[in-house]
Every structure is written in C-alpha cells, then in structure tokens.
C-alpha cells in the first residue's frame, strides 16, 4: 500500500473516476490516502492491509506516520471535496493541491488554484511565499494558502502578484 490505495472493483473504479477521484495507471485506479480516507469516511470503499479491513482511524493513523501533517491536509481535502471541487495532489508543482472548478476534472478544465496547507504555528518567510505566488503565477493558477487552526477550523488566503 505505501502511500496510495489500488482499486480493484471495476464498478468501483468507474464510478470513482466519474467522479474525479484517483488516478489511472494502467488498468488500475490508484487513490492516494487523503482520497482513500475521505472515501472510506464516506462508506464509499473499503480499504484492506495484508488482507484485513482497515477502519477509518487505522487507515488515518497510518497515514499520519508515512506523511507530515496529513490530518491537516486531509481536513483541507475534505472541505474543498465537500464544497464540490475536483481535488488532486500537487507536490510536482511544489504545493499540496490542485483544484479544479466546480464540477470538472482534469482534462475538462485547467486548474483553477493551487493550495499550500499550513497550521497555524507554521512560519513562513516573505521569500517563501514570493516563490509560492511566483509559480502559481507561471502555473496560470490563483495561489491560496489554508491554514488549520488549534480547533480544526479552516481559513483561505489567496495571494496574488500585482504588477503595476
């Protein structure tokens, strides 16, 4: 498993890429944890390790070993799920997330913005951020920043570069 979950079930996987999740490779769907968990949170899939079922806290506490702050980023998932957008991993852009509009996937739209997660006792400098703004800039995405609070709770920043 790793850091990915395959689907197996062909009914499954149809109907999980109709609806924007995981990735095709091959014949096989493969679902990173976030996708996973949020499904399974869902009773929309069942996810197995060495031939037992896995519970949501398991799957999530596994997870949180293999990558930093996942809970985190898993609530951001959730949300932007939640509020009917397209969610997919973003690291070979250097950020957390792509979304996609409303209602489109990849393929049907170009990605509408990238997100970096933090919490709220992350620092980051001025530099950091440019940098972030810089390539979103050359991505032709809007830059947003969701930063997770002591209580869970989520708020988006959106950082755009004006150039006079």
């Not at 944890?33 to 949170?41: I, R, S, T």
């Not at 050359?138 to 997770?148: D, E, G, H, Q």
Request: proline content about 2%; charged content about 35%; hydrophobic content about 35%.
């Amino acid at each position: 498993m790793q850091n990915k979950v395959v689907v197996g079930d062909k009914k499954t996987k149809d109907t999980l890429l109709q609806k924007g999740f995981g990735e095709k490779k091959g014949k096989e769907l493969v679902l990173d944890l976030k996708e996973a968990l949020f499904l399974l949170e869902k009773d929309k899939l069942e996810v197995e390790l060495a031939g037992k079922k896995l519970s949501a806290k398991k799957l999530r506490e596994y997870a949180s070993a293999r990558e930093a702050k996942f809970y985190s980023k898993f609530l951001v998932f959730s949300d932007l799920r939640e509020k009917g957008f397209c969610v997919k991993t973003g690291f070979k852009f250097g950020f957390d997330f792509r979304v996609y509009p409303r209602g489109k996937k990849p393929g049907e739209a170009h990605t509408q913005q990238v997100v970096k997660v933090f919490t709220q006792d992350d620092g980051k400098s001025m530099i950091e951020l440019s940098r972030m703004v810089r390539l979103a800039g050359n991505l032709r995405t809007l830059f947003s920043i969701a930063v997770v609070d002591s209580e869970n709770d989520i708020n988006y920043y959106s950082i755009q570069r004006i150039t006079p």
